[in-house]
């Protein structure tokens, strides 16, 4: 009996460590412990979309030159012009270990930005070339970079408001207790700077 009953009051007492347990880790969770690596993760995620729009849109760049070479040899200024800035822009590769360097993450804007306004450029040469403008295959390229272009939009828009919650977090009460005590290792994040094409609605982007 005795033996019993002991094993009953053990029993009693795992039963309630372990709702004891339960009870402090959902407490714990509703206090935001989780918040900072999950915002972490979104902020990844979200820099993932970014990265592989603009992949999307140096993939689209050689058919295009290609095709208004075609048509308009002598603008070759303008076309080296994309290319060069094409090479640029895909050599700055920022990754999740280099995304915490501001100066690397201004270095990849400024040569998206760059790259943006020769392609710009290139549009506005195309005006010029009847013959080009109704090419089925410029058409194409076009309206594919035209979308490409808004999905940038987005997913920048996207990246920057994944940036500021996380460090929202980490500055702010009671993010910035579980920060100082449970990821010290995971710092403030560098943000693109917002442009007009960062706002709220998703803008129509036409070269």
Not at 12 to 36: E, K, V, W
Not at 70 to 97: C, F, H, M, P
Not at 112 to 117: H, N
Not at 125 to 131: K, L
Request: aromatic letters at 8%; a neutral charge; hydrophobic letters at 40%.
């Amino acid at each position: 009996m005795q033996i019993e009953r002991y094993g009953h009051i053990r029993g009693s007492r795992y039963n309630l460590s372990l709702a004891l347990l339960m009870l402090l880790s959902t407490l714990l969770a509703g206090c935001g412990i989780n918040n900072i690596p999950t915002y972490d993760e979104q902020v990844k995620a979200a820099w993932a979309q970014v990265q592989n729009q603009y992949q999307r849109r140096a993939d689209l760049i050689p058919n295009l030159v290609e095709t208004v070479k075609g048509y308009a040899k002598q603008e070759q200024e303008t076309l080296t012009a994309v290319i060069e800035a094409r090479a640029k822009a895909t050599s700055i590769q920022v990754d999740a270990n280099t995304l915490n360097d501001p100066a690397k993450l201004k270095q990849f804007q400024d040569a998206q930005g760059q790259l943006t306004g020769a392609l710009s450029r290139l549009m506005v040469v195309s005006e010029r070339y009847p013959d080009l403008k109704s090419n089925q295959n410029f058409l194409s390229l076009q309206s594919q970079l035209e979308g490409t272009e808004n999905r940038i939009a987005v997913a920048r828009r996207d990246f920057i408001a994944a940036v500021e919650k996380y460090n929202t977090e980490i500055r702010t009460f009671p993010g910035r207790l579980w920060h100082s005590v449970m990821y010290s290792d995971l710092p403030i994040r560098p943000n693109f700077e917002a442009t007009a094409a960062d706002a709220d609605k998703a803008p129509q982007v036409k070269f």
